[in-house]
Structures are given as C-alpha cells and as structure tokens.
C-alpha cells in the first residue's frame, strides 16, 4: 500500500496570499495524483488529477506540480471559499486507493 | 452534470450491518464505464476508500474492509448500495458515494456525505 504524506497539517494565511500544499508518497506515483477540496456540509470537489490538470470549472488560481514521490498544490491568491480542507490521492496502485492525511487551511 | 445523494440510517447499533445507498441523478449508472465509489472518513481523520462496482459489476474493495464489505448495483433504480457487516465504533464515519473516471481512480463526483454513528 503506498503511503501518502501532507504537510503541513495546517495552514494558516490571509486573504489574497499565496498558499502551497505539500504531499509525497511512499514510493513513485508518476503522475497519477490528485488533488481534492473538502468544505463542511459540501460535497468535496475534484481541484486536479493527473498531478497538474485542473478539472472542469476550476479556477486558475489553483494549479498542481509535481511527479514521482514530491507534489504541490499551490493556489495562488485565497478567496473567502478556498479555506477547507485539502486531500492529495494517488491512484496508480489499487486496491487500495490512498489518500493523505489533510490540510486544513485557515485564516 | 451528475449528482449522487447518499441516503440510509444514520445510527447503527454495534454487530450489526450498517446500509447505504447512493442515488445518481442526471446520468445512468450503466454508462461511461465509471467505478462506482464509496469513501469515508472518520471525525478528525483522513479519507479511506472502502470501494467500487463497476459498470459491468465487478468489484474492488479495500483490503482492509474486504471481509466485511458489499458493494451492489441497482440500474433499474440508478442506485448503487454498500453494506458493512459486523461494524464497531471505528466504523463510525462520514460515507461518501462518489463516481470514478474511467481508466483511473479518482473521484470526479461526490455527494454531499452522511454520517453514519455506531452506537448502542
């Protein structure tokens, strides 16, 4: 089972500032990585797969890097609803498919 | 754009089998050659993939869970159903349907969740 790592647990930054989200695997996931946002009360919401396409409808402001074990998420100037929860998931080695433990970013 | 709603009882008693079903909404479930995807996530804690059908109704689950755990189709209903059998406390989650894209294994629909307690 590949283990996938988050740092930092938690985040804490302003309005308007640049945010960046690490996650690494236990072993090479190439690109098969992606990223989700998860809002209380919401349904959580694919931000990228394949370690740097945006989904459908995401904003710009959000944008992924990486390959191998190291990856970043990365979003550019925060708005209001981009404090949640952050998931990175690999998907090249299933069953199971693994997530990593989360990153709260707050105010 | 689909949408999928998990429903089911939101207390289950400890030993006995917890039982969810997703409802997928502007989309069939036998088209697209999606996985079919259940996922939780206790209070606090990260995310856990339990499992999918597929459209052809195979299944994939969680090795962990694999004892415990059936995953089901139903097309006449666009429904898909979990059931974990013999659940403790460590079985009380937030539940997760959502939809795998086909080919790979990330969720590109998920529903709103519903937490299921386990508690006498």
């Known amino acids: 089972e590949i283990v996938m790592t988050q740092s930092p647990a938690t985040l804490s930054v302003s309005p308007g500032e640049r945010a960046t989200l690490s996650c690494r695997a236990s072993q090479s996931v190439s690109s098969n990585l992606a990223w989700y946002q998860l809002r209380p009360g919401q349904a959580p919401r694919l931000l990228i797969y394949g370690a740097s396409t945006r989904a459908t409808g995401i904003p710009a402001r959000f944008s992924g890097s990486g390959s191998g074990t190291e990856f970043t998420l990365t979003i550019s100037s925060l708005q209001s609803e981009d404090f949640a929860f952050y998931f990175c998931q690999q998907y090249i080695n299933w069953p199971p498919v693994t997530f990593g433990g989360g990153t709260k970013v707050e105010i | 754009q689909v949408q999928l709603l998990e429903s089911g009882p939101g207390l289950v008693k400890p030993s006995q089998t917890l039982s969810l079903t997703c409802t997928v909404s502007s989309g069939s479930i036998r088209s697209g050659g999606y996985y079919w995807t259940w996922i939780r996530q206790p209070a606090g804690k990260g995310l856990e993939w339990i499992g999918y059908i597929y459209t052809s109704g195979s299944t994939n689950y969680n090795p962990s869970l694999k004892s415990r755990v059936t995953i089901s189709l139903d097309t006449s209903k666009n429904q898909f159903s979990l059931k974990l059998t013999s659940v403790t406390a460590a079985d009380t989650a937030v539940y997760y349907c959502?939809?795998?894209?086909?080919?790979?294994?990330?969720?590109?629909?998920w529903g709103q969740g519903t937490l299921v307690t386990v508690s006498s």
């Open positions: 959502a939809r795998g894209y086909p080919g790979n294994n990330f969720a590109d629909s």
